[in-house]
């Protein structure tokens, strides 16, 4: 058996309107090109960063085929909640102090949203790291990962070419 065929990482393309992949950034990725760049939207320190992906408008449609991760493993189909209220706290990191308290912010803010509004914290930590933060910090926001498909970096336009995690956004 010839092993080093079987060493490569597998790319898996999905067709959404527009390609995204399941590479482990956008800059090994050769498919990653061909979707729109921006830059100096974002900074860190004095550098600018490239977002990936289209960037969408208040009142676009979820794109079709953007599932993320819930703490069991299971998928969230956010095409799902079409027709209801649904609020996305994006977020690099839960396990820094700005993201921490974007999500108890978001959290705190429920009771003032129409009854029924789904309040989804997004990030690309690992679902476990992401149920033990809800856990400890006791949110209610319900706690879903990109970190697998990396689908929804990608077509909310919110993934950070450099650094391959998702740029904060609400």
Do not use: W
């Not at 912010?105 to 429920?110: R, W």
């Amino acid at each position: 058996m010839n092993r080093a065929r079987y060493d490569r990482p597998v790319h898996r393309i999905l067709l959404l309107g527009l390609l995204t992949t399941s590479c482990s950034s956008s800059a090994d990725c050769p498919i990653a090109a061909t979707l729109p760049e921006k830059s100096g939207t974002i900074h860190r320190g004095d550098a600018p960063l490239t977002l990936v992906g289209k960037t969408l408008e208040v009142g676009d449609a979820v794109p079709a085929g953007v599932t993320l991760v819930d703490g069991k493993l299971a998928a969230i189909d956010l095409g799902a909640l079409a027709g209801k209220l649904v609020v996305l706290s994006v977020v690099p990191s839960i396990d820094t102090r700005v993201c921490e308290s974007q999500t108890h912010k978001m959290s705190d803010s429920i009771d003032k949203m129409p009854p029924g509004t789904e309040v989804i914290t997004v990030s690309r930590d690992l679902p476990f790291a992401q149920t033990r933060f809800a856990e400890e910090a006791v949110v209610r926001t319900k706690m879903a990962s990109d970190y697998h498909a990396r689908s929804f970096g990608r077509s909310f336009g919110v993934e950070v070419k450099e650094t391959g995690l998702l740029a904060r956004n609400i």
